[in-house]
């Protein structure tokens, strides 16, 4: 009978941190408020730097208190970085997550005779923590014909 109990207590040890996690795991996010929206920067686009930045954002239970940037691009992680701090969150139980910002270049599909490139997609800010999607046209460098032999 004693064996019974201790194996009983084993068990119940063992699960409680796997019942912890499931409870972690559904933890809902908190609700964003007001933020600043996350813009692609210019200079950024002219370079063509695009991809993915995963920040771990500390909340004090109303508004962003740290953000920790764990990969992506460097002058990406520095726009996400002063984005996620502009964060304020309705009133929650102070708590960590993991955000993914997602920045994509949208290719010209066409160009006018004026050089105004348009592509087939709009540029677009989605915000459904804990992702972050932001596409945006580069800057156009048109070098058309007629141009090239007015430079000269």
């Known amino acids: 009978m004693r064996r019974l109990g201790i194996l009983g207590l084993l068990l119940t040890v063992a699960l409680e941190p796997g019942t912890l996690l499931a409870q972690q795991a559904t933890t809902l996010m908190p609700t964003l408020a007001n933020a600043q929206?996350?813009?692609?920067?210019?200079?950024?686009?002219?370079?063509r730097i695009q991809g993915d930045v995963?920040?771990?954002?500390?909340?004090?239970?109303?508004?962003?208190?740290?953000?920790?940037?764990e990969s992506?691009?460097?002058?990406?992680?520095e726009?996400?970085?002063n984005n996620v701090k502009t964060w304020r969150f309705e009133p929650h139980t102070p708590t960590s997550f993991?955000?993914?910002?997602?920045?994509?270049?949208?290719?010209?599909?066409?160009?006018?005779?004026?050089?105004?490139?348009?592509?087939?997609e709009k540029?677009?800010?989605?915000?459904?923590?804990?992702?972050?999607?932001?596409?945006?046209?580069?800057?156009?460098?048109c070098d058309l014909p007629e141009r090239v032999e007015s430079k000269r």
Do not use: N, W
Not at 54 to 68: F, I, W
Not at 123 to 141: F, N, R
């Open 98 to 120: 993991t955000v993914t910002f997602h920045y994509k270049l949208l290719l010209p599909t066409k160009c006018d005779s004026e050089c105004d490139c348009d592509s087939e």
């Open 54 to 69: 995963v920040v771990r954002v500390s909340t004090d239970g109303q508004r962003a208190s740290g953000v920790k940037v």
């Open 37 to 47: 929206l996350p813009l692609y920067p210019h200079v950024i686009r002219a370079a």
């Open 72 to 77: 992506g691009p460097p002058m990406l992680a």
């Open 79 to 81: 726009a996400t970085r």
């Open 123 to 141: 540029e677009s800010v989605l915000v459904q923590l804990p992702t972050v999607d932001l596409s945006a046209k580069i800057p156009g460098i």
